[in-house]
């Protein structure tokens, strides 16, 4: 493994850990909020902030790690039929028109940092710019999948399933079967 695929593993751990670390502290300043309400008639008056702004920062981490691993959804049928080139193709169309998007969210996420830096958020006080931020950070880490993506294909290192980026749950079923199959010959295991 070269240092540049080593440096993305070690990048894309890092954010899972964030993601569940996020996850974890929503659940226990949600369960502790409501603990504290109904069996001690007070809260915690940041905790649901604080949960909001977390399930944000969560959900758009979380969009960069499922663009890496092809999670999103999508459309194959026609270009699973298509020839290599085709498929090649649509494929560099489509990422660069993601890469476009990418441009158009980051530069929205940036125009709506700037304008509020001086908002606060009310129980908090933390600055909404922090909220607005995600986008430019979720932009900046899919467009790098991007990029990395049409480098493979301007010097042809994927192999054509990878053009096709969406799984079937039955394709998942026959993969989850082959890595079950009983010391590699082919056997199901029953």
Not at 23 to 39: D, K, P
Not at 118 to 134: E, L, N, R, V
Not at 173 to 189: A, P, R, S, Y
């Amino acid at each position: 493994m070269c240092l540049v695929e080593v440096l993305i593993q070690k990048v894309y751990s890092f954010l899972k850990f964030i993601i569940a670390l996020f996850l974890s502290l929503m659940a226990i300043f949600v369960f502790g909020n409501v603990v504290l309400r109904y069996a001690f008639n007070s809260g915690i008056t940041w905790s649901e902030e604080v949960s909001r702004f977390l399930f944000i920062w969560l959900i758009f981490l979380g969009a960069i790690l499922a663009l890496k691993d092809n999670e999103h959804l999508g459309v194959d049928s026609i270009v699973k039929k298509l020839p290599l080139k085709g498929k090649k193709i649509v494929y560099v169309i489509s990422n660069l028109l993601m890469m476009v998007t990418l441009i158009l969210v980051f530069d929205g996420s940036w125009k709506l940092t700037m304008m509020n830096v001086d908002q606060s958020a009310p129980a908090t006080g933390m600055s909404y710019a922090y909220i607005y931020m995600i986008g430019m950070v979720m932009s900046v880490g899919m467009g790098l999948i991007i990029i990395l993506r049409l480098f493979r294909v301007l010097f042809n290192k994927m192999s054509e399933s990878e053009f096709v980026m969406t799984t079937d749950s039955e394709e998942l079923v026959e993969q989850m079967e082959l890595e079950h199959t009983n010391d590699g010959k082919g056997e199901k295991m029953s």
